[in-house]
């Protein structure tokens, strides 16, 4: 693919040899550290040329810097830079709980139950009182993650009966138990970070056919343009769980990663960043045979425009991948991310052809024209 | 008159006035990995950038876990062979006693960072016409036979013996003819160049490096490690010169056993000579050195080349930048308690 006349060949040098404030030369040490630890096997003159240029080592692996130019992609410099296009609203994403105190005044989240800090939990409503001493109706499901960070790690899926609570997590060792119901905040021991408790959100018919035993998220990555300061949808991913990346359908632990056309909300073929998945375009999904390309999303359109929608009411932002659960008549806004992962999104294409994210990049001095 | 102060008063002017501190730590984490994890200054994050850049650009390029484990501590690629660090050595039980370990080994970042302690003297730290100038009058220097400033050479007088190019960087590239170095004829990497006599040409010498740092609690310079070095005088920094090295141990003066080595080449020291033996001059050439920065309180991080000639100790080179390599060869030399003061005064 050539070159669009916005994106010079030497940018991504350029940018490298630009950075002198403490926050991006902070950014680019991150990128140093980890670029010495990559265990990706490059060759010498791969690796100064992707040095130099702000990629990590595994994106040798993971991008087709075959048949696109490396101009065309977000580095991981860059896309550590994001985190400052929101600013100090950052926070808002950075915390879960303020999100949803944020969101939920503009869309469906997730209600929290109860929040875990400092050895002791704070319940929201009577949920959680009732889940410990015996007293639900009818058994209910929750999911207690971490409140700040990203990449799936410790996500616990909860099952609470009336006498028992069975736990599935992604945590080694402890990836399937059960506890007595009044033993439940037994989960926490241990644990040096706060924790929330949301109810489990049940997907729609189209994304649990992907894969059931997994809640299938779509990563919606929507800027606003400086100029005009409308929304711009710049890329849309269906992320769906395997074997390998179960419970949960993180792209970082083995799950995959299929484009949704935007305009059509038809999915592409899926690939996996991590895992025995890793490698092929899938269009079946690898472990339950399900077509996936070609699959179009049930009312694409008014889920874009709901989150175009969503993205106006909130001014202050700029810059977010949304999680988003599909049920079958509305969408749940799982959380927000101030600098998403653009791995799931590059994997399919590079997103610097998109000439309004890269104004966006400009405007925040993450993109040297 | 004596420019010393006993009971640590300053001379006025003299001792930087404005905060040295890097920046604040913790105090209680002196490890590689808390320093670099600390930075938050565009000269030392650019510093990092710099050290990042040598280290990357290190062919052949190390295994991922033992580069990862030498660069995010602060070490370029030749430390692991030299000192013979490695990940393997990380007790996965009790990882912070071999972070407590490494944080005794003067890193090559560390080094890098260090001159920043010498406040508003760090920029002329590596300017050997400045170090010429300022330390004359107290140090034995080797007379001054010429310089080179503004692409221009002025002559300073004449000597008897060889002459010794000295840069303003570390890096010494070799020893020019003085008939090159013709007025006009230089360029602006050769400024502020000295030229220097010395009692001994292109042969191997033996030099005493001694690497000087300044005590916060006594408010005096000591001496943090020295070695004894042998080879050309103009080629003790060049990479890929070969040369043999001792450790001194400061208090005695007793040089270790010979050790030989090739700056940045990924490879162990081979052992030449077990014998340890006095070092000549040691005794002449410390108190020369401590005497003389006592005198002149200017500098918290130091590092002087000496020979020993007929007429006692002769400085042949001074720089902020310590040698991480020979000073450590046989052992750590930031964990004395002089050294952890200093640390933790400088945040370095």
Known sequence: MTLPQHLDPEHHHRLMESIQDPVNLKYLRRFMTDFAKDPSKITDKQAGWLYEQGFLPEKIELYDFDTYDIALYLSDVQRWMTREVNGEYSIVFNNKILFTQVFRNFCKVAPITAIWRNGRIIPYDDVWERCVTGQLDEPRKFVIKPLGGGGGGNVYFVQVGRKSAMIESNEPGRERFTLPVERLGDIFIGAKVPFMVTEFIYQGEFTKRLYPLTVNTVRMLIVRDPETLLPHVVRTVQRMGTASSYPIDNFSLGGLSAEIDIETGVLGPAVAAAGPHKGPRWDHHPNTGEPIAGQVVPKWSTVVEDMKSLFLQVPYISYCGFDLILMDDDVVVLEGNSYSQVRLFQMHRPLLPDPIYTKVLSHNGIFQK | ?348
């Not at chain 2, 420019?3 to 604040?24: D, S, T, W």
């Not at chain 2, 013996?161 to 007025?183: C, F, K, Q, V, Y």
Request: aromatic share 6%.
């Open chain 2, 1 to 348: 008159m004596s420019m010393f102060v006993p009971g640590g008063v300053r001379p006025p002017g003299l001792f930087p006035a404005e905060p040295r501190v890097i920046y604040q730590t913790k105090r209680k984490n002196l490890t590689h990995e808390g320093r670099i994890g600390r930075l938050d200054r565009t000269e030392t994050l650019n510093a990092f950038r710099d050290f990042s850049h040598a280290f990357h650009a290190h062919r052949p390029r190390l295994e991922p876990e033992l580069g990862g484990y030498l660069h995010n501590h602060g070490f370029l690629p030749d430390k692991g062979a030299l000192f013979g660090l490695s990940p393997e050595l990380i007790d996965p039980e009790n990882p912070d006693e071999h972070s407590d370990w490494l944080g005794q080994y003067l890193s090559d970042f560390q080094a890098a960072i260090l001159p920043l302690a010498n406040g508003r003297y760090a920029p002329a730290g590596s300017n050997r016409l400045f170090q010429w100038r300022l330390q004359r009058r107290v140090l034995p220097l080797a007379p001054l036979v010429g310089s080179r400033q503004s692409g221009r050479v002025i002559r300073h007088g004449a000597t008897e013996g060889a002459i010794l190019s000295r840069g303003m960087n570390t890096g010494r590239e070799g020893l020019p003819a003085w008939h090159d170095a013709l007025p006009g004829a230089g360029t602006g990497d050769d400024d502020d160049r000295v030229y220097i006599g010395v009692p001994c040409g292109q042969e191997a010498v033996e030099v005493t490096r001694i690497a000087v740092l300044h005590d916060p609690q006594a408010k005096l310079p000591f001496v943090l490690g020295a070695a004894l070095l042998t080879g050309p005088l103009d080629a003790l920094d060049a990479p890929g010169s070969a040369m043999e090295c001792r450790r001194i141990d400061p208090e005695t003066g007793m040089a270790g056993a010979s050790r030989r080595f090739e700056r940045g080449a990924v490879a162990a020291p081979e052992t030449v000579d077990e014998n340890s033996r006095i070092v000549p001059g040691w005794w002449p050439a410390v108190t020369a050195v401590l005497s003389g920065l006592r005198q002149l309180p200017v500098w918290a991080v130091i590092q002087l080349d000496v020979i020993d000639t007929a007429e006692g100790p002769m400085v042949v080179d001074l720089t902020d930048r310590l040698d991480v390599a020979a000073l450590q060869l046989d052992g750590p030399v930031m964990g004395a308690e002089a050294a952890i003061r200093f640390v933790k005064e400088f945040g370095v």
